[in-house]
């Protein structure tokens, strides 16, 4: 079993920047691949961006490319996302998520393991 524990969301201004991370629980977390994932309100859960095991491949929603980054630390047992330009459409509640493979994709099904979350506001 593993446990993901999201933090770092807050308020910010439009153009700020935001880190989030997730902290894992567990000694497979550098054979799991991740993602992190938003759900607006009355919107469905969407896909942001995922990460491979090792960090070597990334992935990213279209609409977040060039503005949003995700990366790890495996000797940390953490995943994070560093969220920059941020746009009042950003957003949402943000959930980490593990999948017990190398590589993963984009579908909520995918995924093994999630966190509870943590808000992120961006003001106009």
């Known amino acids: 079993q593993v446990q993901l524990v999201e933090s770092g969301g807050g308020l910010v201004q439009a153009g700020g920047s935001l880190r989030l991370s997730c902290a894992a629980s567990g000694r497979a977390f550098n054979s799991y691949a991740m993602g992190w994932f938003r759900q607006a309100p009355g919107k469905e859960r969407e896909f942001v961006a995922n990460i491979n095991w090792s960090g070597g491949s990334t992935n990213y929603v279209e609409s977040v490319k060039g503005r949003f980054t995700i990366s790890r630390d495996n000797a940390k047992n953490t995943v994070y996302l560093q969220m920059n330009s941020l746009k009042p459409e950003d957003t949402a509640l943000y959930y980490c998520?593990?999948?017990?493979?190398?590589?993963?994709?984009?579908?909520?099904?995918?995924?093994?393991?999630w966190g509870q979350g943590t808000q992120v506001t961006v003001s106009s």
């Open positions: 998520a593990a999948d017990r493979t190398y590589y993963t994709g984009t579908k909520r099904r995918e995924y093994n393991y």
